[in-house]
């Protein structure tokens, strides 16, 4: 064991900070600064970026567009692109029905939609969720009735985060009624264009426009978007959540997080003294970057684990639960820090607008981050239902 | 020792109720909000007039019911049960409190038009750098021959694009956070020379940056003692960070009420969440936080007449649990709720909104700590 980068991880390290430090577009810098929405166009503007220099799946396996990076050089990676302040690319094809593709899709399927992927050309959504099942997601009803080559689906899907830019999405649909729970699910890509499929916005307390409701009304699916067998679509998303509980601890993001606070403390005043110097605050400053710290360790321990050949398993709901707490913290923490200006409700310029927000640039997403963050604790597996997992799986009780 | 409200404070409490249930539904506040100028005038009219609630904590003489805290506490309570977003804590609990407080001509003058639903006050005292210290005050009024001259910057003035009056903190004199040399006043929020920058708040208010620029104000808007307004202020904060607290008292009891109802009809797993034990806990730890930001608030809003020392320890003792509750029932709530509970949709988060709110009003948890430890904890 040893902690320190060797000099080869040095260079990369190096190689990294160049590269982002010469390519990150400027625009997305200053629309980030300001507090604005970031539309498709400014997600996709990094994506393209690091398809075409080769970066843009660090995780996935070199034969389908991986880096063949090792586990430190990936944290390397993820630790400089969270220092530079990066936008995040997108998980839904990434993270999430990419490597359920390339594990369990056809040799047809991992041609068809892995290049997309890789390059942003196709936008995907998630589709799991429905009204009537969240934490008990296997209750799901929407329907999927076979009909000669194609499957004709009837339901509701609801959360589905960056539906209203998607191209393609991942669906958990019924394909037998009859079967237990789990066991009549299949995973259906379904192109969002067909027709019947309706994405209707839901605002959330931010006044953010980043999930919807998504309507399948008599949808035909080609039966060759199915991955895996049928009724056996509870193996892929069962694979898909642990993958996406991984990445959800976002260590580097939050250490990043807790470094805005400190600026933020540094410059607020809080009557004779600066913020910083309120032991209170500084306090909790501390915890916080203590318990990041706890965090990033359990998670190099669990990658480390990786490496050796182990995938992600239960143990990632530690680092889900963990990272989603921690992450709350940081946006509660920014709102205590801003003390009077998190009031004022900034809705982004209007057009034509362009008086300069109330109060400091840092205080405008404060409390509408603070409200929107609180769904880190429920989305992924809600953290309830995290701790059944470990209670059960790594317990045994 | 009584802690039971008299006949005309359940009258007060029962008739502000109703009208607020016929009136003040989720909808109905929605539309409030998304109004030019956010907000329904007609309420406030008929609060005065129909049912004589503005006047409950005043004197008889001055055209009241003659109540004082507890009515303010409890009308307050009742707003919260709707997140009103009514100016009541402005114009009665301050401006009002700052008037009884110095009496004479000018409360003489006031007090009826309050009562009367005509004035609105604003309370402008918080600037950018003072954050919850009230004494950290930059904008100076200068003595100019019988009156004085205003300059500075108050953030975030809560009710100010609806006010007729601004209700303003200071310095007459000294600096920095010095407790001498620091006035209050009370302007026509038309005089010439105050620009503002009006805004919607998260919680649904309207908010103002208010810039006082050369603002000739005459000699009688100053009240109490010039340079001694301190004191004043440090009360009439006091009562209004009661009153606050009670307002949280009736947020987070239907954050607690609402949050119950939503386990017992969403199922999951084949039963109602409500069934599932670590639901159960938590729900009961919500309600444990309620229950207790209502023995603090009563302790407070009881304590709120005693000499300064041990009001301001009353209160801040009052002010730190229920903005820990707040925090609390507030979290909670959305996570108990799931989703649905993040979104526009449903009241649910909106309580939150202001509850969050709430918790930093008048000052954060750590700053009641703070100034308690101060207070009762010599070295």
Redesign the interface.
């Known amino acids: 064991m040893q902690l320190e980068f060797s000099p080869e991880e040095i260079a990369f390290q190096q190689e990294v900070r160049t590269f982002i430090a010469e390519n990150y577009p400027e625009n997305l810098r200053s629309v980030q600064d300001e507090g604005h929405d970031l539309s498709k166009e400014d997600f996709l503007s990094w994506h393209r970026i690091l398809a075409k220099k080769g970066w843009i799946a660090p995780a996935w396996p070199v034969e389908y567009g991986g880096t063949g990076w090792t586990a430190t050089q990936r944290f390397i990676w993820s630790e400089e692109l969270a220092a530079a302040d990066c936008v995040g690319t997108m998980p839904f094809g990434l993270s999430m029905v990419g490597p359920v593709i390339y594990t369990f899709g056809t040799p047809e399927q991992k041609a068809r939609f892995l290049p997309g992927i890789l390059s942003g050309d196709d936008w995907w959504c998630q589709g799991y969720s429905e009204p009537g099942a969240g934490s008990d997601l296997a209750s799901l009803r929407t329907k999927a009735v076979r009909d000669g080559d194609d499957y004709v689906v009837n339901g509701q899907k609801t959360w589905t985060t960056m539906a209203q830019y998607a191209d393609w999405g991942f669906f958990l649909v019924r394909t037998d009624s009859d079967a237990k729970a789990q066991e009549g699910i299949s995973f259906l890509l379904i192109d969002m264009k067909t027709p019947g499929v309706t994405v209707r916005p839901i605002i959330t307390l931010g006044g953010e426009h980043e999930v919807n409701e998504v309507w399948l009304e008599d949808v035909r699916v080609p039966v060759e978007n199915r991955v895996y067998e049928e009724n056996k679509g509870w193996t892929c998303a069962k694979f898909l959540l642990a993958h996406e509980r991984t990445g959800i601890a976002a260590v580097a993001r939050s250490k990043r997080g807790v470094e805005k606070i400190k600026a933020i403390a540094r410059t607020e005043q809080d009557g004779d003294r600066p913020l910083i110097a309120n032991p209170f605050f500084k306090r909790k400053i501390s915890e916080l970057e203590i318990d990041l710290t706890a965090l990033e360790f359990t998670e190099l321990r669990s990658l480390a684990g990786e490496a050796s050949g182990k995938g992600p398993g239960p143990e990632s709901s530690l680092l889900k639960i963990k990272g989603s707490e921690i992450q709350q913290r940081i946006t509660e923490l920014a709102l205590e820090a801003v003390g009077h200006y998190g009031a004022p409700y900034f809705r982004g310029f209007g057009e034509g607008d362009n008086e300069h927000p109330i109060g400091p640039d840092y205080a405008h997403r404060a409390a509408p981050t603070y409200f929107n963050t609180r769904k880190t604790t429920i989305y992924g597996g809600s953290n309830e239902i995290q701790r059944n997992i470990i209670a059960k799986m790594v317990l045994g009780i | 020792m009584d802690f039971s409200y008299t006949e005309t404070q359940d009258m007060i409490r029962e008739t502000l109720s109703r009208f607020l249930a016929d009136t003040y539904d989720f909808d109905s506040r929605n539309k409030m909000i998304a109004s030019d100028s956010g907000r329904d005038p007609g309420i406030w009219k008929a609060l005065a007039q129909d049912l004589g609630m503005l006047g409950a904590a005043f004197s008889e003489e001055h055209g009241g019911l003659g109540g004082g805290h507890l009515e303010n506490a409890l009308i307050m309570e009742e707003l919260g049960k709707v997140i009103a977003i009514e100016p009541y804590l402005q114009t009665v609990v301050l401006g009002g409190g700052a008037l009884k407080a110095v009496g004479g001509a000018i409360a003489d003058a006031v007090i009826p038009e309050i009562i009367g639903g005509n004035v609105i006050i604003a309370f402008a005292y918080?600037e950018?750098?003072?954050?919850?210290?009230l004494a950290?005050i930059r904008t100076t009024a200068k003595k100019d021959g019988a009156g004085y001259v205003l300059n500075g910057h108050k953030?975030?003035v809560?009710a100010a694009p609806w006010a007729t009056h601004l209700l303003v903190s200071a310095r007459t004199g000294g600096s920095?956070?010095e407790a001498n040399g620091v006035s209050l006043f009370l302007i026509d929020a038309n005089t010439a020379g105050i620009v503002r920058?009006d805004?919607?708040?998260?919680?649904g208010f309207q908010?103002s940056?208010v810039y006082f620029e050369n603002v000739a104000i005459p000699g009688d808007a100053l009240l109490g003692d010039e340079g001694a307004g301190l004191p004043l202020i440090e009360r009439i904060v006091d009562e209004a960070t009661v009153a606050v607290c009670a307002e949280a008292c009736g947020v987070t009891a239907k954050l607690h009420s609402g949050t119950l109802e939503y386990a017992r009809q969403r199922?999951?797993?084949?039963q109602p969440?409500s069934r599932?034990q670590?639901?159960q806990h938590r729900m009961v730890d919500m309600f444990m936080d309620v229950e207790q930001s209502k023995s603090m608030t009563t302790m407070a809003t009881l304590k709120l007449d005693l000499p300064a020392a041990e009001r301001m320890a009353a209160v801040s003792a009052c002010k730190a649990k229920v903005s820990r509750a707040a925090k609390l029932v507030g979290?909670n709530a959305?996570?108990t709720h799931?989703?649905i509970?993040?979104?526009?949709?449903l009241a649910i988060?909106h309580f939150?909104?202001r509850a969050?709110?709430i918790e930093?009003q008048f000052g954060?948890a750590?700053h009641h700590?703070?100034r308690f430890e101060r207070l009762t904890l010599a070295d």
């Open positions: 918080a950018p750098q003072g954050r919850y210290n950290n953030g975030v809560y920095g956070s920058r805004y919607p708040t998260v919680d908010a940056e199922n999951q797993f084949g969440i599932f670590v639901l979290q959305i996570q799931g989703g509970g993040i979104t526009q949709e988060g939150f909104k969050t709110m930093s954060s750590d700590y703070e």
